[in-house]
């Protein structure tokens, strides 16, 4: 058997559909709508929130963030995905595998954290509105971006690392269309509990305990919005949180499915982790956009504005 060491750089093939390789080219087309879904609905989102000067507000800050943290993790699949649909070019390199792997999860954990921000300005805007401004000051949300992104890095580093000690000496074929950190892992013919341990923690640590808080600043908004005397104000608070827990929601339940998946689901049919991946990387990207486009009037506004704009200069 040849053994590929980490010396060799050894070269991984990806994998698309497991069993329906014969329409790949067909099963492209749902794939190449819902990238230029997510990169477009995300991008317009980006560019309203950054030129209209009623949405220089610290909600629409976090959700500027958000897509671009959507943004990034298409532009990290989208090359691997299409190139296997189109051309079937499977092989990857093992550091271009590591760059994309860490690439991936660290937009994924900056998302967790974009989130769990999301949910504190939920928080706060219910909780102490007349202090809203003096709390989320636009240097803050400045200091909360680079720390998300110092987080994801710091995490991340160490993670990435530990692969190029390993040895691969078993089958090359990964089992997704990128790559993905439990995947490599499992090719190795090195003791890899370490790398397993890491890995648990760096989940546990961001979107493990991201969702805790997030769970938690819920609980506060409930028990706030329950000391509202009006009704009409209490379904108003409300309502301004549905978008946010939708988003948790489409980002939460693939990620920890597909995790399931990677560590209990070894008898599994082989196009059950494809499927879920897929959901994983695509859905909270395409969705995002669309829930706060339709629950969000103040970004209704500026959409149509925006579109009114361009027309009357055509």
Known sequence: ????????FPTFLLTGVPGLEWAHAWISIPFCCLYLTALSGNTLILFVVLTEPSLHEPMYYFLSMLSTTDIGLCISTLVTVLGIFWLNAREISFNVCLSQMFFIHLFTFMESSVLLAMAFDRFVAISNPLRYATILTHARIAQIGLAVITRGTVILTPLVLLLKRLSFCRSHVLHHSYCFHPDVMKLSCSDTKINSAFGLTAII???????????????????????IASPEERKKAFSTCISHITAVAIFYIPLISLSFVHRFGKHSPPYVPTLIANIYLLIPPVM?????SVKTKQIQKAVLKLVCSKGTHI
Do not use: C, E, K, W
Not at 205 to 226: H, K, N, P, Q
Not at 288 to 292: A, E, F, L, R, V
């Open 205 to 227: 640590s961001t979107a493990g305990v991201d969702s805790i808080f997030i769970l938690l600043s819920y609980v506060l908004i409930i028990r706030s919005v329950l000391n």
């Open 1 to 8: 058997m040849q053994i590929f060491h980490n010396s060799t």
């Open 288 to 292: 995002n956009p669309i829930i706060y």
